[in-house]
């Protein structure tokens, strides 16, 4: 998943950038979240270094702060190397300064035509959605699925077990930050993916890389964040 962060000084401005990002994520299904809008730069610095995801960064260059957006994007990159910066500004004449500060900035946006803004945000989402789908793919592997239309990705690092859903012909997926449920079975799933995970019960096939724990007594698998599930005697010696 990428997190979207927007700095805009102007609230107004701020707000409709917002709101266009949201209703494009609405509309084309992206599998991605506005994680903060603020003004303040060093606020949105601060969310960026705890951050666990790949980022696309909406920065106004004019932040009536002791830090500039090219300064702002600079300072991202040192935390997130692989992040989406597009610059939101009203003075194209400074396109010339990301060389100076050497962000490698993806667009840069004009907000003096509205309705050129948001037609552009619009590409720009697609196009990192686009570009981070192809560079998660080369450098992990990860398993695709669809969910109502929308093509998630998540890395088989972040995968912790699978579990048969409540809900006829439907698994879950527990990954370390969040759970999906699509069409599947245990079965299905035990047969595409690769050795790292096993069957450990009849309702649930388990990342082996992320256990943190076995207690054979009472059966139970403890997992790094926390989560647990159950295994069966029979296939607890093939575990």
Avoid: W
Avoid at 19 to 48: A, F, G, H, R, S
Avoid at 56 to 67: A, H, K, V
């Amino acid at each position: 998943m990428l997190n979207i962060f927007v700095c805009e000084d102007h609230s107004a401005q701020r707000q409709m950038i917002v709101q266009t990002i949201q209703n494009i994520v609405l509309i084309e299904e992206l599998d991605m979240q506005l994680v903060l809008d603020t003004k303040d730069p060093y606020i949105l610095l601060e969310k960026v270094k705890i951050s666990q995801n790949t980022g696309i960064y909406f920065l106004d260059i004019d932040l009536n702060s002791s830090m500039n957006g090219m300064k702002l994007a600079q300072q991202i990159r040192l935390f997130d190397p692989r992040g989406f910066i597009i610059f939101i500004t009203a003075h194209s004449e400074l396109s010339y300064m990301t060389f100076q500060y050497r962000v490698e900035a993806m667009d840069f946006v004009l907000k003096d035509n509205p309705a050129e803004a948001k037609v552009k945000i619009r590409e720009c989402l697609l196009h990192a959605m686009e570009r981070y789908t192809l560079q998660t793919n080369k450098t992990h592997k990860v398993y695709t699925t669809q969910v109502g239309g929308r093509k998630i990705s998540i890395d088989y690092n972040d995968i912790l077990f699978f579990e048969t859903s409540t809900n006829i012909h439907k698994v879950i997926l527990h990954a370390k930050d969040r759970q999906i449920e699509f069409f599947s079975t245990i079965k299905e799933l035990a047969s595409t993916l690769d050795n790292n995970f096993v069957r450990c019960h009849r309702s649930f096939l388990v990342n082996k890389n992320n256990i943190k724990e076995v207690d054979a007594k009472n059966r139970i698998i403890h997992f790094t964040n926390g989560e647990t599930c159950l295994m069966s005697t029979r296939m607890m010696k093939g575990l």
